[in-house]
């Protein structure tokens, strides 16, 4: 069996503060939006390069308050460009773990929480 890829499904409630958070703050693109009637909820995809997200307004989709790790590069540089931004909602801060990351953790309007991730090695100690 070959599996593919897992796409998660985040809760929303307000199209407007989604778009806000997930395209003009994150710079996710939107790929594509369906509504069985134009004004019923909406179901949206969102993507990132290779992360893809799907983004419901239909109550049972999913839970909010989930949380979704996201692996890249450079975390502190991604921090630090949404810093510039000055997003009235949130002003995101790296941390170093101790399982060897890098993490920002964002939570969007609806508290679902985005763990931003990269994972560093620490250095060899000297013997």
Not at 48 to 59: A, F, L, N, P, R
Not at 110 to 119: A, D, M, P, V, Y
Request: glycine letters at 4%; a negative charge; charged letters at 30%.
């Amino acid at each position: 069996m070959d599996l593919a890829r897992i796409i998660p499904v985040l809760r929303s409630f307000d199209e407007l503060k989604a778009k806000e958070f997930y395209v003009e703050f994150l710079e996710f693109k939107i790929d594509w939006e369906h509504r069985f009637e134009a004004d019923f909820p909406l179901y949206m995809q969102i993507s990132k390069q290779g992360w893809v997200i799907h983004i419901s307004e239909h109550h049972g989709d999913a839970s909010p308050g989930s949380t979704i790790m996201l692996e890249m590069p450079n975390v502190e540089v991604f921090q630090k460009h949404l810093l510039t931004k000055k997003y009235k909602n949130s002003r995101p801060g790296c941390e170093r773990t101790e399982w060897d990351t890098i993490e920002m953790t964002i939570a969007d309007p609806f508290g679902n929480r985005l763990t931003f991730f990269e994972n560093v090695p620490q250095p060899e100690k000297k013997k």
